[in-house]
């Protein structure tokens, strides 16, 4: 999920249009210090430990998820008191902040805890479960083995609270992971603990897995066939010792199954498979009365490839009443099922007036080895520059899997059209042209990526200055001397601390040479008041009910949403900030993937936009299982104005992208969107 922006000042954080009912001057004078603290990523002891001993129990469990999403390991000791709270809604944020916290110090914490007779509530339990398997390690993983095959000492009756955030989380402890006391749960009574048994032995693809899956298609339970079609795929197969034909047979019966998304992992894994002879049984769904359902079986017949494919594609591309999503994927799909068809198709995409169109062609282009670079060379002079940079992408792109190749070298040509679009004024072309240039970068081009840097500075986003910087380090791993040299008056500014709080903290993740020549990345200072901070608390924090806001899909229905300001006030904040601008009115889904994600909130429509600010992560407790929406990301902290809606229960994405709302009422205008169709409007 792709979104990268630069911090900037707020100027407002937005309001309520209801009055507000009475609440404590005690409580926002205690919370937004916290807020303020958590914003600016500050570890302060001082007002952190004020936070954890307030005697409310909102301001307590407030700053235990402050200690929580701060990350610094300093906190852990904070934390550890607060498992004995009086207040079980404490205990759980305890849990739940250990788990983002990642220390492995508070494993014998956790487990201790678990094991006192006293009480704990059931969402505290599993919040344990869940930071056992975040914070990971072989300690954790053997109490969780031993809990799921019933040896430990815990109470019975919390064992049974523990092990279904156990099951679901599992997969977080990789090769640790005690898969075999799992196996019984597949065949357990309980839905629930068998759909996630099936999700997370799918996930680690062991070869004990394989006949588990294989028996989920064929569970009574809708959510249960779903994922299972989701993991019988062509490499899960061959990693759990499975026979492909079997799965094959499967997957080819669940086509026909009464629930869409069913068929829609059913035909994406089948795919994987690369089988010319499933092609009719795919074809028939592109009369499918799901549209999401047809999406998927176009991008399958890519896959499927053969003269049959191959023809239905061909076809389906000339079809104006088909969705701009299935041509598309057609013409995608194309690229893989048949190159000298896919050559002749998209030269008209390639002309067309729609920059979308454009885009479409140059990155179908760009999954292909044998790509003439002449398609990208000449989209290079196209007067969009969005639709410039998707060339540079999938030159790029095509260049990296040539590389692979041990008998191939680079291409010269592609890192010349680089180097002259590095002062490009777009920073979109600029970013493109810098990570394009970094597997060929050499000591002649630091003056360029310097002038790249320089001109960067000024821009709203991030992703050129990100991709100078990625670059830059590639070349201090061919010239060791490289900061040194830095060093010279004329070309110290690159060794100056950026303002950019994301640029810093990449460079802390991924050069720690030049991260410590600029200083610690955080806090960061977001030019906001403490006074911004308690109107953040009283209008969302403390609320007496949450936000709703109505997105507006035309002839698709409406959707609602609750905004869940309690547990995600400054994002909350933000998205209501650009809501009430308009900023979304118009704007496509410029990502759909079938029963998975719905992504908006980019002005380009090209999946790089954002407002020209970041936002902080705010991970909470809430989980992508119905339909949630969440802040989209290109790392930590670089969330902005692009969003998203999941289709389908998504446990690797729980405590990865802030939460801040959920589907409100109906469900049914979701599976109606597909790629490309517009939002008429989102409003309070």
């Given at each position: 999920m792709l979104q990268r922006s630069l911090l900037l000042t707020f100027a407002s954080f937005g309001s309520l249009i209801l009055p507000l009912a009475a609440q404590d001057?005690?409580?926002?004078?205690?919370?937004?210090?916290?807020?303020?603290?958590?914003?600016?990523?500050?570890?302060?002891?001082?007002?952190?430990?004020?936070?954890?001993?307030?005697?409310?129990?909102?301001?307590?469990?407030?700053?235990?998820?402050?200690?929580?999403?701060?990350?610094?390991?300093?906190?852990?000791?904070?934390?550890?008191?607060?498992?004995?709270?009086?207040?079980?809604?404490?205990?759980?944020?305890?849990?739940?902040?250990?788990?983002?916290?990642?220390?492995?110090?508070?494993?014998d914490a956790v487990i201790t805890r678990l094991r006192a007779p006293d009480s704990l509530s059931a969402d505290a339990v599993g919040e344990a479960a869940t930071a056992l398997a975040r914070i990971g390690g072989a300690g954790a993983a053997r109490f969780i083995g031993a809990v799921l095959s019933g040896t430990t000492d815990m109470p019975i009756a919390r064992q049974?609270?523990?092990?279904p955030n156990a099951l679901v989380d599992g997969w977080r402890l990789g090769a640790l992971m005690p898969a075999q006391a799992m196996l019984h749960f597949a065949n357990d009574t309980s839905t629930d603990l068998r759909w996630r048994t099936v999700s997370t032995l799918g996930r680690l693809r062991i070869p004990t897995a394989g006949p588990v899956v294989l028996r989920g298609m064929r569970d009574p339970v809708p959510s249960l066939r779903e994922t299972a079609a989701r993991w019988l795929t062509r490499s899960?197969?061959?990693?759990?010792?499975?026979?492909?034909?079997?799965?094959?047979?499967?997957?080819?019966?669940?086509?026909?199954?009464?629930?869409?998304?069913?068929?829609?992992?059913?035909?994406?894994?089948?795919?994987?498979?690369?089988?010319?002879?499933?092609?009719?049984?795919?074809?028939?769904?592109l009369a499918d009365g799901d549209p999401n359902v047809r999406v998927a079986a176009v991008s399958a017949l890519g896959n499927a490839r053969g003269s049959a494919a191959t023809h239905a594609l061909d076809l389906l591309l000339d079809r104006r009443d088909a969705s701009w999503a299935m041509r598309r994927a057609?013409?995608?799909?194309?690229?893989?099922?048949?190159?000298?068809?896919?050559a002749r198709r998209s030269a008209t995409w390639l002309a067309s007036g729609d920059f979308r169109d454009r885009i479409a062609a140059l990155q179908a282009w760009g999954t292909l080895a044998a790509a003439d670079a002449g398609v990208f060379r000449s989209a290079l002079g196209d007067a969009d520059a969005r639709v410039q940079a998707a060339a540079l992408e999938g030159w790029h792109s095509v260049d990296a899997m040539r590389r692979r190749s041990p008998s191939a070298s680079g291409d010269t040509s592609l890192a010349?059209?680089?180097?002259?679009?590095?002062?490009?004024?777009?920073?979109?072309?600029?970013?493109?042209?810098?990570?394009?240039?970094?597997?060929?970068?050499?000591?002649?081009?630091?003056?360029?990526?310097?002038?790249?840097?320089?001109?960067?500075?000024?821009?709203p986003g991030s992703d050129a200055r990100l991709a100078v910087l990625a670059t830059m380090h590639a070349l201090a791993g061919r010239q060791p001397d490289l900061l040194a040299r830095l060093e010279n008056p004329l070309q110290r500014d690159f060794l100056q601390r950026p303002d950019d709080p994301v640029v810093r903290a990449e460079a802390a993740r991924s050069w720690p040479d030049l991260a410590e020549r600029w200083g610690a990345p955080w806090p960061i200072d977001t030019h906001r008041t403490l006074d911004d901070y308690r109107s953040v608390v009283r209008l969302y924090l403390l609320a007496p009910d949450d936000l709703h806001v109505t997105i507006d899909v035309g002839g698709g229905g409406s959707i609602d949403v609750q905004l869940l300001g309690h547990e995600a006030p400054l994002t909350v904040a933000n998205f209501l900030r650009l809501v009430d601008r308009h900023y979304f009115d118009g704007s496509r889904w410029h990502r759909v993937v079938p029963n998975f994600v719905l992504q908006d909130g980019d002005p380009t429509g090209t999946g790089n936009g954002g407002p020209g600010w970041s936002i902080r992560d705010e991970i909470n407790r809430e989980r992508y299982v119905m339909p949630m929406v969440g802040m989209a990301l290109s790392g930590p902290d670089t969330g902005g104005s692009q969003w998203f809606i999941n289709l389908s229960p998504q446990p690797h994405l729980d405590g990865q992208y802030t939460i801040f709302g959920k589907i409100s009422g109906t469900f049914a205008p979701l599976a109606r969107i597909v790629q490309g169709d517009v939002i008429r409007s989102i409003h309070r």
């Open positions: 001057p005690a409580q926002v004078e205690a919370l937004a210090p916290l807020l303020m603290a958590e914003d600016r990523r500050s570890f302060d002891p001082v007002v952190l430990a004020h936070g954890v001993n307030d005697p409310d129990p909102l301001v307590r469990g407030t700053a235990v998820l402050t200690i929580g999403r701060i990350g610094d390991h300093r906190g852990t000791q904070l934390l550890v008191p607060l498992l004995s709270d009086r207040d079980m809604g404490v205990v759980a944020n305890t849990f739940f902040a250990f788990g983002l916290l990642r220390d492995t110090v508070a494993v049974t609270l523990f092990v899960f197969a061959d990693t759990a010792g499975l026979a492909a034909v079997a799965a094959k047979t499967e997957l080819a019966r669940a086509l026909n199954d009464d629930q869409p998304g069913v068929r829609i992992n059913a035909v994406g894994s089948l795919a994987t498979f690369n089988d010319s002879t499933v092609a009719g049984k795919i074809i028939q769904l057609a013409l995608t799909a194309l690229a893989r099922a048949d190159t000298a068809v896919f010349t059209a680089a180097r002259t679009r590095l002062r490009a004024p777009d920073e979109h072309v600029r970013a493109a042209a810098a990570d394009a240039l970094r597997a060929s970068v050499d000591r002649d081009d630091l003056d360029l990526l310097l002038a790249g840097w320089r001109q960067s500075v000024a821009d």
